[in-house]
């Protein structure tokens, strides 16, 4: 059977498995990997049952060695299957899963609530509040940035903007200090994380206050790297980059309260760039709209901005709207 492909393999799977439960597996797959399982099954010999049971074994053993790698670490996992099947099968499936897992460091801390990670973190070091957040998914690290004290935003937000590389003993000793059961898969190799997409994307994730409050001080002490960083996401003043016909596409996205209460405070340049791609009597009314609204407070008027921002990015990532952030030249075809 090692003559066998992974595709080959993949595709004996499904067919021992049944058309109900391939279906459910499809569902996970992109357009191109089903077209190449499909192909690979239409072109499958008769297949005995001897190899269809040996796909079936590995499959299994496969699922149990990842059962026991989330559980109880790669340490963990291989201990067990050494005792249950030998060394060489064992090191066999543990090769096969570090290829095909890639699990990052703190992969534990990435199932962990932010408010949990927040304990463990919030008085360490900048330099290692900035590796941990480098490392979680940005939505858990925006939560988490926004959460530590004022003090600590920028700094932090500055270091992962600025790391580059980092060797496999600090990450492991900066686990150790956590001590958590994180499942790690490190290599001799540095790692790579952080950097300047690495803060765009937890920037772009925070509450707006965080995010205005970091670029500020970023202008003072660094004002390149908060150029460079402004240049990579899109803030709401930023609005004034669309094109007129994607701004009458998100007018069409956005709520009437939350576009009146977010045009509460922004230059006359912003708020003419919205009301120049409505009606005119329907600018009217927004603009009457606003001025009824009396005084409001700041952050009510962020939270609407950011959820136009965050109807702008939905929009950018479904490809109905081109964003032409600062810096970029944008090519049309």
Known sequence: MSALTGKEKAAILLVSLGPDASAEVFKHLSDEEIEDLTLEIANLDKVSTEVKDEVLNEFHQMCVAYDYISHGGMDYAKEVLEKALGASKANNIIDRLTASLQVRPFDQLRKTDPSQILNFIQNEHPQTIALILAYLDSE?????????????????????????????????????????????????????????????DILNLADR??????????????????????????????????????????????????????????????????????????????????????????????????????EIRKLEDAGEIIVNRGGEDEVVV
């Open 140 to 200: 858990q690290s925006a939560l988490i940035l926004s959460a530590l004290p004022y003090d600590k935003q920028t700094e932090v937000a500055k270091r992962i903007a600025t790391m580059e590389r980092t060797t496999p003993d600090i990450i492991k000793e900066v686990e150790r200090v956590l001590e958590q059961k994180l499942s790690s898969l490190m290599t001799n190799e540095y790692t790579v994380a952080g950097g300047i997409d690495s803060i765009v």
């Open 209 to 310: 206050a965080t995010e205005k409050k970091i670029l500020e001080d970023l202008d003072e002490g660094d004002p390149e790297l908060a150029e460079t960083i402004r240049q990579k996401m899109f803030v709401f003043e930023d609005i004034t980059l669309l094109a007129d016909r994607d701004i009458q596409i998100l007018l069409r996205q956005v709520d009437t309260d939350d576009l009146s209460l977010a045009l509460k405070t922004v230059s006359d340049e912003v708020a003419d760039k919205i009301f120049n791609n409505q009606s005119k009597r329907a600018a009217e009314m927004l603009k009457e709209d606003i001025e009824f609204l009396g005084p409001v407070r700041i952050s009510d008027v962020e939270e609407a901005q950011q959820k136009i921002v965050n």
